[in-house]
């Protein structure tokens, strides 16, 4: 059983306190990140506490402290002690010197990829929803206010698509009724947060769909956006979630692959499975990591090299299947 970590006890005498999350940070990044940040700013009002990630999409604006997130790391700052969460620190992009340098560091995530964690302190547990479930873990249950059973709920729907995915356990379920307990609009969250698409955004899923391409017999999707097309449509990569979701939903497929260029032949990959395949295995093998049924990676070459390159893994887990 992962041992527990006292958050208040470990920040205790700390005058300067860090948080950060991994690079493009999702729902559930954003959401454990500032639920934490809350929770530290309520209890430890006298501490200097930054909270440090690329920016995030504007649908997570709703949440409470978003606009105290600091997304330039170029100044040299020592923290007294430094939050990686939903992350290894590897992850952290322009924040992981604040990490390296950081007199305390704690590791709070649930991804396989980092089964042992980064920091000197370490709360892993891979079989959890979301980083965002293990934040609720550590807090004091009485010292939880509205805003911050908010910033939690969302990020647990966004890392279980509303509760659907496979990594949705009756521990999950319970902490969301806790949560809504606080009485926020969470009907409202999810739709706003989840589904909601604004009409440049569906218009490139629509595209991604359109020009996917099925292979495997069926059993693997792919669709891929260039540069080209993102600066056509003026989107960014937050613009882009969803699309893998959407993909794994074709019928008789069990492996979905989208990508999008990041720079010269180099492609984002996002990959998404049902249980016949483990794509954090696939994405490792790249360098990059998740979940068994969501994960991700960087890779070079052409759009066809990606392809080929991962339709070798993917094809060795269907078959042994």
Same mark, same amino acid.
């Given at each position: 059983?992962?041992?527990?970590?006292?958050? @208040?006890?470990?920040? $205790?005498?700390?005058?300067? &306190? =860090?948080?950060?999350?991994?690079?493009?940070?999702?729902?559930?990044?954003?959401?454990?990140?500032?639920?934490?940040?809350?929770?530290?700013?309520?209890?430890?009002? *006298?501490?200097?506490?930054? /909270?440090?990630?690329?920016?995030?999409?504007?649908?997570?604006?709703?949440?409470?402290?978003?606009?105290?997130?600091?997304?330039?790391?170029?100044?040299?700052?020592?923290?007294?002690? %430094?939050?990686?969460?939903?992350?290894?620190?590897?992850? !952290?992009?322009?924040?992981?010197?604040?990490?390296?340098?950081?007199?305390?560091?704690?590791?709070?995530?649930?991804?396989?990829?980092?089964?042992?964690?980064?920091?000197?302190?370490?709360?892993?547990?891979? #079989?959890?929803?979301?980083?965002?479930?293990?934040?609720?873990?550590?807090?004091?249950?009485?010292?939880?206010?509205?805003?911050?059973?908010?910033?939690?709920? &969302?990020?647990?729907?966004? *890392?279980?698509? /509303?509760?659907?995915?496979?990594?949705? $356990?009756?521990? #999950?379920?319970?902490?969301?009724?806790?949560?809504?307990? %606080?009485?926020?609009?969470?009907?409202?969250?999810?739709?706003? #947060?989840?589904?909601?698409?604004?009409?440049?955004?569906?218009?490139?899923? =629509?595209?991604? @769909?359109?020009?996917? &391409?099925?292979?495997?017999?069926?059993?693997?999707?792919?669709?891929?956006?260039? +540069? +080209?097309?993102?600066?056509?449509?003026?989107?960014?990569?937050?613009? !882009?979630?969803?699309?893998?979701?959407?993909?794994?939903?074709?019928?008789?497929?069990?492996?979905?692959?989208?990508?999008?260029?990041?720079?010269?032949?180099?492609?984002?990959? $996002? @990959?998404? $499975?049902?249980?016949?395949?483990?794509?954090?295995? /696939?994405?490792?093998? %790249? =360098?990059?990591?998740?979940?068994?049924?969501?994960? =991700?990676?960087?890779?070079?070459?052409? %759009?066809?090299?990606?392809?080929?390159?991962?339709?070798?893994?993917?094809?060795?887990?269907?078959?042994?299947?």
């Amino acid at each position: 059983m992962v041992k527990m970590i006292n958050i @208040l006890e470990e920040c $205790s005498n700390a005058k300067t &306190i =860090g948080i950060s999350g991994h690079v493009r940070p999702d729902g559930d990044c954003v959401g454990s990140c500032l639920s934490l940040y809350l929770y530290l700013k309520k209890e430890l009002p *006298d501490a200097e506490i930054d /909270v440090l990630l690329e920016q995030p999409a504007d649908i997570f604006s709703c949440i409470e402290g978003v606009e105290n997130i600091q997304s330039d790391f170029e100044a040299d700052k020592q923290y007294d002690v %430094f939050f990686a969460v939903d992350c290894e620190k590897g992850r !952290l992009g322009g924040a992981e010197k604040y990490f390296d340098a950081a007199g305390k560091t704690i590791n709070i995530d649930h991804h396989i990829s980092n089964a042992n964690g980064s920091g000197q302190l370490n709360y892993v547990v891979p #079989t959890a929803s979301s980083a965002s479930e293990l934040v609720y873990d550590l807090l004091e249950k009485d010292k939880i206010n509205e805003e911050i059973a908010k910033a939690i709920y &969302i990020g647990i729907i966004h *890392d279980t698509g /509303v509760f659907q995915y496979s990594n949705t $356990s009756p521990k #999950t379920l319970q902490i969301a009724a806790e949560l809504i307990k %606080f009485g926020f609009d969470f009907p409202k969250l999810i739709e706003e #947060t989840f589904y909601q698409k604004s009409y440049v955004q569906n218009q490139i899923m =629509g595209r991604a @769909l359109l020009e996917s &391409i099925s292979f495997m017999d069926g059993h693997c999707i792919v669709s891929g956006v260039d +540069k +080209k097309t993102m600066d056509f449509y003026n989107v960014s990569s937050k613009d !882009l979630d969803g699309i893998v979701n959407q993909l794994c939903n074709t019928k008789g497929v069990d492996c979905a692959i989208f990508m999008y260029e990041v720079g010269v032949l180099e492609y984002k990959v $996002s @990959l998404r $499975s049902n249980e016949k395949v483990n794509v954090a295995k /696939v994405a490792e093998y %790249f =360098g990059g990591g998740g979940h068994v049924r969501a994960a =991700g990676c960087t890779m070079k070459g052409t %759009f066809h090299d990606v392809i080929n390159n991962l339709s070798l893994h993917i094809e060795e887990q269907l078959t042994v299947c």
